[in-house]
């Protein structure tokens, strides 16, 4: 597994909201949507969530702005942070723990809480959006991609991932 590094370059005010389906609502993340939250992050991430974890990297984060979600019903499907980091991206904001449980995937959430995020950077100000992913998580790159994000190569080792996946990209169909 090879993290890979993308750059919104700009102008983010350019990215459109893309239409959610009937039914759902985005909104900012409150205090009662941290259990659930963590719910849809350990089904995402395959890995341990819990309310504390949430907290720490979430909702009560220094340097996370705001923490989207999209719900039906009461129910989160989806969350995103935009993470504020000016002593590493001085100009930049970073789109931070984009999941979706799997009973929305295909619904495009993952690309309209990405950009409500970059949107967010744009309104307070930054020229651009970064976010981390995996290798092998090929639906998040395309949305990335169809974004407008652009593989940034920090290494040669990310040079290398970005090598090998790309051409997989362009003969998946859409």
């Given at each position: 597994?090879?993290?890979?590094?993308?750059?919104?370059?700009?102008?983010?005010?350019?990215?459109?909201?893309?239409?959610?389906?009937?039914?759902?609502?985005?909104?900012?993340?409150?205090?009662?949507?941290?259990?659930?939250?963590?719910?849809?992050?350990?089904?995402?991430?395959?890995?341990?969530?819990?309310?504390?974890?949430?907290?720490?990297?979430?909702?009560?984060?220094?340097?996370?702005?705001?923490?989207?979600?999209?719900?039906?019903?009461?129910?989160?499907?989806?969350?995103?942070?935009?993470?504020?980091?000016?002593?590493?991206?001085?100009?930049?904001?970073?789109?931070?723990?984009?999941?979706?449980?799997?009973?929305?995937?295909?619904?495009?959430?993952?690309?309209?809480?990405?950009?409500?995020?970059?949107l967010g950077f744009h309104?307070?100000?930054?020229?651009?959006?970064?976010?981390?992913?995996?290798?092998?998580?090929?639906?998040?790159?395309?949305?990335?991609?169809?974004?407008?994000?652009?593989?940034?190569?920090?290494?040669?080792?990310?040079?290398?991932?970005?090598?090998?996946?790309?051409?997989?990209?362009?003969?998946?169909?859409?």
């Amino acid at each position: 597994m090879t993290q890979l590094f993308m750059t919104h370059p700009g102008p983010l005010s350019a990215l459109q909201l893309p239409p959610l389906a009937e039914g759902l609502e985005l909104r900012a993340a409150g205090p009662d949507d941290e259990s659930a939250i963590a719910d849809v992050l350990a089904e995402s991430f395959e890995e341990e969530w819990d309310v504390a974890r949430v907290q720490a990297q979430l909702t009560e984060a220094s340097d996370v702005a705001v923490t989207w979600v999209v719900v039906r019903d009461g129910a989160i499907l989806g969350v995103a942070s935009e993470r504020l980091m000016p002593e590493t991206y001085a100009d930049a904001g970073y789109v931070h723990y984009v999941g979706v449980a799997r009973s929305a995937r295909g619904l495009r959430l993952g690309a309209v809480l990405t950009a409500r995020c970059v949107l967010g950077f744009h309104e307070r100000g930054l020229a651009t959006a970064v976010l981390e992913t995996d290798d092998f998580r090929v639906p998040a790159v395309i949305t990335y991609l169809r974004l407008g994000f652009i593989p940034t190569y920090r290494s040669s080792d990310e040079q290398v991932a970005w090598s090998a996946l790309l051409p997989t990209l362009f003969a998946t169909k859409p």
